[in-house]
């Protein structure tokens, strides 16, 4: 039964399941300032993924029943949950649309592009976790992540290590937004 909600202070969290074949399925990664647990905390009923730390990390643990308890004195707390509770909502939305419409390098694309500092020119990152988490986040075999990287080689992009250079995040972009099916709508 679950009694807390967990804020991540430093460091990366994975929430994951174990499917019946006993592959690993990454539900959400979750780094500084982010929170988790909030809709089951509520619901009285066991958490439905497992989390594990994969860096160094620190999180807040808040109790339940102090939240509920500032969630009835301060409706503001209360609506800062729901808040929170619907930007899950929407990223596991992103997500779904994300693997149903994009193919497996825009995805990386996007990923690479969510931890860049920059909106234009040439960007240099350390990629967070290792490339077995990165594919399993993004719904892939880390070989399929490999074909992936290379093919971003086209874009651009240059892994080494836990480094990612783009050459262009413009040029990243315009790939990673590409519609998948706009070549067999050339006629339209």
């Not at 480094?163 to 990673?176: E, F």
Request: proline content about 4%; some cysteine.
């Amino acid at each position: 039964m679950p009694d807390h909600i967990y804020v991540v202070l430093d460091g990366w969290v994975k929430l994951f399941r174990i499917t019946p074949t006993g592959a690993e399925a990454v539900v959400g990664v979750f780094t500084k300032g982010r929170s988790f647990g909030e809709a089951v905390a509520f619901d009285g009923r066991p958490f439905p993924v497992s989390s594990e730390a994969v860096t160094d990390a620190r999180l807040l643990l808040v109790r339940v029943e102090i939240l509920a308890s500032m969630m009835r004195e301060r409706p503001e707390v209360a609506f800062a949950i729901i808040s929170s509770t619907f930007r899950h909502l929407h990223g596991l939305v992103a997500q779904v649309e994300q693997l149903k419409a994009h193919t497996g390098a825009q995805r990386v694309a996007e990923f690479l592009l969510d931890l860049c500092s920059c909106e234009k020119g040439s960007c240099t990152i350390t990629l967070p976790y290792d490339k077995t988490l990165i594919a399993g986040r993004l719904g892939m075999q880390p070989q399929s992540l490999s074909r992936a990287f290379n093919r971003l080689e086209a874009q651009g992009v240059k892994i080494s290590h836990n480094q990612a250079h783009i050459a262009d995040v413009v040029t990243l972009r315009k790939y990673m937004l590409e519609d998948r099916s706009a070549p067999w709508r050339k006629d339209e």
